[in-house]
């Protein structure tokens, strides 16, 4: 699935939203290591990220050319600060309606509008790939990320006391959340990014 769009942040600056590539690897995996290291509530912590540059080339490889799931970056000026995606649950007829988002953003870029336009674009994606309901778990004390999703049409609809358990402070509760994507009332807070014809030079310039 393609995809590339660009929307005006709250600072003025200009953010491209595109598909991640093979090229990107390296750096993918620099903003997902600052991000694990920036923040307790992923899922996981920088030393348990067990994936090299190879590894992370063929997935975002096998991303592109995936009809159903896809791997976004956020870039501003030249560089990626934030990275999303829409994976499928599953692959049997029950749950082929399902997808699951994952977004993380480096502290720096936080609160101007990057997260966002990344979960924007998610449900885009997701809806173009025809699913029905795109799927997320956020950390109960992330107050930021709950407000963004529930602003972005994400409701509750269950929580696991012990979804976590944290080094720092212990169990932390998950909160299960959805947004049914043909359910027109759910479009409410969609921001429609303004579309741009997008030329990669691989290090994320136009």
């Known amino acids: 699935m393609k995809y590339c769009h660009y929307v005006t942040l709250k600072d003025g600056h200009r953010c491209v939203i595109r598909n991640a590539e093979a090229t990107d690897a390296q750096e993918v995996l620099d903003v997902m290591q600052r991000a694990h290291v920036q923040t307790d509530f992923l899922r996981s912590y920088p030393n348990e990220m067990a994936i090299d540059v190879e590894q992370e080339r063929s997935w975002l490889s096998e991303r592109l050319e995936s009809e159903r799931e896809i791997e976004l970056v956020g870039v ?12 499928e649950v599953g692959t049997t007829s029950k749950v082929w309606h399902r997808a699951e988002l994952g977004i993380s953003v480096i502290r720096q870029y936080w609160g101007i509008g990057i ?7 998610c449900i885009a994606c997701a809806t173009a790939a025809e699913y029905s309901q795109l799927e997320l778990q956020v950390v109960a004390d992330n107050a930021r990320a709950l407000a963004l999703y529930t602003k972005r049409g994400f409701v509750e609809y269950g929580r696991n006391p012990r979804g976590f358990l944290s080094c720092v402070s212990g169990y932390q509760e998950l ?32």
């Open 76 to 87: 501003v000026d030249g560089v990626i600060v934030g990275s999303a995606g829409v994976e």
């Open 115 to 121: 997260g966002g336009a990344l979960i924007d674009a």
């Open 175 to 206: 909160v299960y959340m959805r947004r049914e994507l043909d359910d027109p009332a759910a479009r409410v807070g969609t921001v429609v990014a303004e579309e741009l014809e997008c030329v990669s030079h691989g290090d994320g310039t136009l």
